[in-house]
């Protein structure tokens, strides 16, 4: 056995005992109680020391798995450990800049106080932007990219072309694309900043007509700009349309609105559990934890 320990945290217990198994560590599970109001109480359920990987995704409710995720680390820290946060889906990275004027650049924050917790380095996948690396004094940033084409390539596409929602996502899809062994357009998607309503070209600028196409993205939260994204693809002709991501937050009613809007199916990593986690992160997670240790 390895002298790491793992510590599970309660928004991830699979994906850590995942993680644990590939670096042969001790599994620690983190114990969570919720008290009426809302407030966490975490005890680590095992003995911690040396270097400790603690496994938190940070989807809702995002405040409390991320403080939990922080109360994890301080007593790692507090126990003498050196702490890796393995945070999959890590919020609060689209907030990586003030677009309107008064706006908190809330990722610089949520850096600062995993620092302050005793996370020394922090291992995330597909962050939303590179630009929000900066804010952290040790991050390893991974792609989902090559696991997800792996498991495209099993699926007996049909003429498959990779599609971007937007042209922020441009390089993961061209990257997924080449990886297929195949081509890759960026549709051009708008948001208006205020109500959040996407919008997208119908004039995709490339012939689809009979093409399995999958939409690839980061993340889905509310699903409104993949079903954009999927009328548009079928509007042009599209045959089956697919859509892989990291990370599948599945809000609310997201999965019936893409499955209406005539996805086939949803493809995400394990980063967050659920229905659509059908690509594991686990070695992956564990060979990046165990570098930046
Ligand atoms: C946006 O730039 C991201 O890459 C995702 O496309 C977006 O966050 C998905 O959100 P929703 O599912 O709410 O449209």
Do not use: W
């Not at 991050?139 to 990219?145: T, Y």
């Not at 080449?178 to 309503?197: E, F, M, N, P, Y």
């Amino acid at each position: 056995m390895s002298d790491l320990t793992v510590v599970a945290g309660p928004s991830s217990p699979e994906l850590a005992a995942r993680v644990a198994a590939h670096l042969d560590a001790a599994l620690v599970q983190a114990e969570l109680r919720v008290f009426s109001d809302g407030e966490s109480k975490i005890r680590l359920a095992g003995p911690v020391a040396g270097r400790c990987v603690i496994v938190q995704s940070t989807h809702p409710p995002t405040d409390s798995h991320l403080l939990q995720a922080m109360m994890m680390a301080r007593k790692c820290a507090d126990s003498g450990a050196k702490v890796c946060a393995v945070i999959p889906y890590l919020a609060y990275a689209r907030q990586d800049r003030a677009f309107l004027e008064g706006e908190v650049v809330s990722v610089a924050l949520v850096a600062k106080l995993l620092e302050a917790s005793g996370v020394a380095s922090v291992v995330t996948v597909d962050i939303h932007s590179e630009a929000a690396l900066a804010y952290f004094a040790r991050i390893k940033n991974i792609s989902s990219i090559p696991l997800l084409a792996l498991h495209a390539a099993k699926m007996n596409l049909s003429g498959p072309i990779a599609v971007s929602p937007d042209a922020g996502g441009a390089a993961r899809a061209e990257e997924f694309a080449r990886l297929l062994k195949t081509d890759s357009i960026a549709l051009k998607k708008s948001r208006d900043r205020t109500t959040g309503d996407v919008t997208v070209d119908p004039n995709i600028g490339a012939d689809v007509s009979g093409r399995d196409a999958i939409l690839v993205d980061d993340m889905i939260s509310s699903g409104g700009s993949i079903v954009k994204a999927a009328e548009v693809l079928k509007n042009n002709g599209a045959g089956r349309v697919y859509t892989m991501c990291a990370h599948a937050l599945m809000i609310g009613d997201a999965t019936k609105k893409i499955q209406a809007a005539g996805v086939q199916e949803i493809i995400a990593t394990n980063s967050i559990p659920g229905a659509h986690a059908k690509v594991d992160l686990g070695p992956a997670l564990a060979d990046a934890a165990r570098a930046i240790l």
